[in-house]
Every structure is written in C-alpha cells, then in structure tokens.
C-alpha cells in the first residue's frame, strides 16, 4: 500500500481553516515533551495547530533534519503504538489531532528511566564522576544510598553526567528520568566502594570540590589536622560527611570563598575544634566571606573557638541548622576608686548563648587585702540563652590608710556548656583615696583675770599630711 503525502495547497488550507474556527483545535498544557507539539520551531509552545502540520511534513519531506526530541514528539502514528518512523502515518493521525478528533497519548520514551554507565570500584575518587544517557533535554536526578542528592538535564544528545558525592565503604546510586510531572522507574543501579586516602594533615588552599569523610587511610577514623588557615577557594566546595573531626591549630582559621557544606548526622555530627583545649590555645573559627557561593552547615559542633561562625555577608547567613556553636567565655578586668561601692568585672560569651551556660568565680588576693580592702566574693554566674554578657560585683570596703593602687583578681573555672578563652583572670585595681578628717573646736571657760582663753581644734582621726585651717 502506497501511502500519499497531502498535497502542500491542501495543509495551507488546513492553516487557513485552523486560524478562523478558534474551536477546531485544543491547547495542551506545557511540559518537557508534548506529542505533535513542533512549532514554532525550535521552541514548541505546547499548542497543537496546523503549524505543528507544517513542521512534520516537512520532516517527513526531508527538507529538516529533526533532533531527538523532535522525533519523539512527532512520532504519533500509528495512534497508540507510535512505531519509531516519521512518515505520513504520523502527518494524518496530527491532523486528526489539531482537529480534535483523536487524543495524542503522552509521549512515548519520554519517561523511560536512564542508563548509567558502569564505573570503576573501588575508587579514591570523591565526588565521583557518573555518566549516562536518557532523553534528551529531560532532567535526570542521581540518588545516592536511595537520597536524592543533585538532578541535571541531558544533552541534546541524551548525555549527562554528576559529581556524585561518596560516604566511607559501599555506595549503591542510581537515577530517575523526571518528566510531565512524573518520575521514571530507577535506572541500573551501581556500586561504588569508595575508600579515604587523603593526607590528614592540611593547610594552604582547597581548589578543587573536595569530599572530607572520617575514615582515613587504613580506615582509621584520625581527625583532619589544619596546621594553619584553610581556604577554600572561590568556585570550589568542601564537603564534609558525617563523623568527621577537624582540629584547628591555634588562631587558625577556616575561610569560606567558596561552598562549604556540613554533612553531619544527628548520632554523627562533624565536629570543629581546637588541636589543643588549653586555655590560651583556640582557633579562630569558620569565616564566610561576603564572596562565597553558600553555607549549608548541619549537625555539627562548633567548639573551642574565638568567634564560632561569622557570616560576612547576610544572604548565606540561615542555612546552619541542628549545630552547636559552643562559646567560650572570657573576663575583663576594671577599675574602682576606694570610695565606691563595689568594683565591677564583665565575663562575655564569643557567641550568643543558645544553652544555659554557667561558670564559676572566686575573687583572689593579690596587693589588696581580702577583707580589708574588698569583700571575699565567690558564686556562680549564669547565662540564659540570648545573653552575651554579665557583671560580677564585688564589694569594695575604705580604710583610713594612705596607700598606693591596690588590686585584686576573679578567676573563672569549671564552665558548663561554654570553655574557657585564654582570659580567664581579670585584675581590679583599687584606687586609693586619702581619707580627709574632719575639723571641730571645743568651747571653753576663762577668768577674766586669765591671759587668754584656750581652745581646742580636734581631729576626727590622725592626719595623714599636714593639715591646716584658718580662725579668727
């Protein structure tokens, strides 16, 4: 059987008659892949009409050279069980579509699950490289340990390809073709052993996408060991998995040019510290600057730091969820004249309490004497979550001695849910004030027989310089 292509006079007609009876067509709703939806070329608007005719049949004429997804979306014949071929099969069952005669089913092939490419296990690589083809153009999403983690769109030619980011030991990843609002079935599914062999200790820069994990070489679950400051570098990301240790050296610093994403775990949280917990020995803490690309930090501990997290710049701010900064407390010391009530010391938190924190403090004896010049003074202070900073007062007590500046010194110890900074001894000086006593004069009695009348001028207390006052 000999099928015959309808004359060209006769699909401009078509068109004519389509652009004045508005009812002899239908719209069909914009997805990734419509049947017969051709035109305009190059970009289909999801409308099926005679342009849609005139497109196909010029396909199927030989004047263009369809794209993949223009062979899927004009193979429509025969209905139902499209059959791979363009030809004038498809040209009539359109036409019966455009005039709403016959309804095109979705297209076929449009969701058909992807094909991974087999890779290379065991591997060092993190992330690792996944490649595949799907349909053309349609998005693809990678799962990883059955979690979605990322989705891209195919080639033109049905390519794509993923970073796939790795756990310590086995890891089974698959993909889906997501279209028309509708997941595929999983692709092949392959198996990635992937085993740490990254040097622990680090310093300089991070210029690549990195993958940090616990398990080190041997599968020993050592600490990274930041010898100095970190960056990482603009346009590259740090990724860090569940469990992982990194210990600062001290007043280094991790600085954020790029991504740097926290990938802990409610039993496993990644967990940033100092390499020593000495007072006097913390790092400086995690720096997003006002250049990186984002912050993503969850289930980690923060700890032993001078200033925890800082965000340079408000729009990557929000994304820490689930994280502990804990804060450390330092004291700072004062001054008071003898004469006031009490001496104050402020105690401060580098970050705002999100626990209750306490430490302890006792007031200890130096050139001042306790009890004499300052009253013993010991207790707990207590930091409700949103507070930054508190006052301790210790009263002062007056002498009538003339002395030089005295002090004394608060020392903090055993914080609950903070640590303590390398200032944790804060020194109050006395200042001394001369005491000035006062003046009086006694009556007396005198004979007028008497050469002269005495009166006594006292001294509320001995004077401590020479002290004079006029009389008349």
Not at 462 to 468: C, N, Y
Request: glycine share 6%; aromatic share 6%.
């Amino acid at each position: 059987m000999v099928c015959m292509l309808p004359p060209a006079s006769w699909l401009y007609r078509l068109a004519f008659l389509t652009t004045i009876i508005i009812g002899f067509y239908h719209s069909i709703s914009h997805a990734d892949i419509i049947a017969g939806d051709l035109a305009p070329y190059g970009t289909p608007d999801g409308i099926l009409n005679s342009a849609d005719v005139l497109i196909l049949q010029r396909i199927v004429m030989g004047n263009i050279t369809p794209t993949a997804n223009e062979l899927l979306a004009g193979d429509v014949a025969p209905l139902n069980n499209p059959d791979g071929q363009l030809d004038a099969g498809d040209l009539v069952v359109l036409q019966r579509a455009v005039f709403g005669l016959v309804s095109l089913p979705p297209v076929s092939g449009a969701n058909n699950p992807p094909v991974l490419n087999t890779g290379t296990s065991p591997t060092n690589n993190n992330p690792y490289p996944v490649t595949g083809t799907a349909t053309p153009d349609a998005e693809v999403r990678l799962y990883v340990n059955n979690l979605l983690q990322t989705s891209t769109l195919a080639a033109a030619d049905g390519s794509f390809s993923f970073n796939a980011i790795l756990l310590d030991g086995s890891n089974n990843l698959y993909t889906t073709l997501f279209s028309n609002n509708t997941e595929s079935t999983p692709s092949n599914s392959i198996t990635m052993d992937y085993v740490n062999t990254i040097d622990r200790n680090i310093s300089g820069s991070i210029d690549t996408d990195t993958v940090w994990t616990a398990a080190g070489p041997g599968g020993s679950n050592a600490p990274y060991i930041i010898q100095d400051n970190l960056v990482v570098s603009s346009l590259s990301r740090l990724i860090i998995q569940p469990g992982t240790v990194l210990q600062f050296a001290s007043g280094s610093e991790l600085q954020i040019d790029g991504s740097l994403i926290v990938q802990g775990s409610q039993t496993a949280p990644v967990i940033f510290t100092a390499n020593s917990t000495s007072p006097g020995q913390e790092w400086t803490g995690i720096r997003i600057t006002n250049i990186a690309t984002s912050a993503i930090i969850d289930w980690a501990i923060v700890e032993y730091s001078l200033n925890g997290i800082q965000f340079e710049n408000s729009q990557t701010a929000g994304n820490v969820t689930n994280t502990v900064v804990v804060p450390g407390i330092s004291i700072t010391g004062s001054s008071a004249s003898e004469t006031d009530p009490f001496a104050a010391v402020t105690v401060s938190l580098s970050a705002t309490a999100t626990d209750v924190v306490s430490v302890n403090y006792a007031t200890v004896a130096d050139s001042a004497t306790e009890g004499l010049d300052y009253t013993v003074t010991t207790g707990t202070l207590t930091f409700n979550p949103g507070d930054t900073s508190l006052s301790i007062h210790v009263p002062l007590l007056q002498d009538n001695l003339q002395e030089s500046t005295e002090q004394f010194s608060v020392n903090l110890s055993s914080p609950a849910n903070a640590t303590l900074k390398s200032i944790n001894t804060a020194s109050v000086q006395i200042i001394d004030v001369p005491p000035v006593p006062s003046l009086s004069i006694t009556s007396t009695l005198a004979s007028e027989a008497d050469a002269f009348a005495t009166f006594n001028v006292v001294l509320s207390f001995p004077a401590l310089q020479v002290t004079t006052v006029n009389y008349t």
